[in-house]
């Protein structure tokens, strides 16, 4: 069934979709929307940042007026994953969500959750998925896209009988400035493991 009207309250943030036929009553509904974006600059919603590369930066990298690199990344908290999607943008109303995203071949995406598969789209792009998130509000959902290197550690405690690798992205050539980091991030999430009682087996996501 296609909606006849759509209308949009800008002082409420609103959308509202409206259909010729009434709706049958149902516990499971199953609503598509096609929809159009704008990426920011104010670091809110789906957001520009740009940078100063160090060493030679990825071929399909994009650059502004000024020489300046861009990547892009999310802020949605705490109502501000409207901006990117359509959605139930309030904190107490919570879903999973399943996310993928087009971009370069030479760009790296990430997300809250790992890959779940990476497929060839087009010439000289990729579509990462990434598994389904658990139930969450939306404001949690997060995703950045760049010419990104990382550095890594291990938790000491194990998860499923294993540690669990810790990463940090920065851009290209800036990660060693991120050690500092990612010695504390390792010891944060055996330690917030432990204040929320997460077992030492099972799979974990963070």
């Not at 999310?74 to 409207?82: G, L, P």
């Not at 996310?99 to 959750?113: G, H, P």
């Not at 990382?150 to 540690?163: A, S």
């Not at 920065?170 to 077992?199: C, M, W």
Request: aromatic share 12%.
């Amino acid at each position: 069934m296609t909606t006849s009207r759509i209308s949009f309250d800008k002082t409420s943030q609103r959308a509202t979709f409206s259909f010729s036929e009434e709706l049958p009553t149902s516990g499971h509904a199953l609503l598509q929307i096609n929809f159009t974006g704008t990426i920011t600059d104010s670091m809110t919603s789906f957001y520009r940042s740009r940078y100063r590369p160090i060493g030679e930066p990825a071929k399909s990298v994009p650059v502004d007026n000024n020489g300046d690199h861009l990547m892009f990344s999310t802020q949605f908290e705490a109502t501000d994953a409207r901006g990117a999607f359509p959605c139930f943008d309030e904190p107490n109303l919570k879903a999973t969500f399943d996310f993928s995203i087009e971009v370069a071949d030479d760009l790296t995406a990430v997300s809250n959750m790992p890959e779940e598969r990476v497929t060839r789209s087009r010439e000289g792009f990729k579509v990462v998925a990434f598994e389904r998130t658990p139930i969450m509000s939306t404001y949690l959902l997060a995703w950045a896209i760049g010419d990104f290197g990382y550095v890594e550690d291990l938790t000491q405690r194990k998860y499923n009988g294993k540690p669990m690798p810790v990463r940090i992205y920065t851009t290209k050539g800036l990660e060693e400035q991120a050690r500092f980091g990612l010695k504390n991030a390792a010891q944060f999430v055996d330690y917030l493991s432990e204040v929320v009682h997460i077992p030492s087996f099972g799979r974990q996501r963070f």
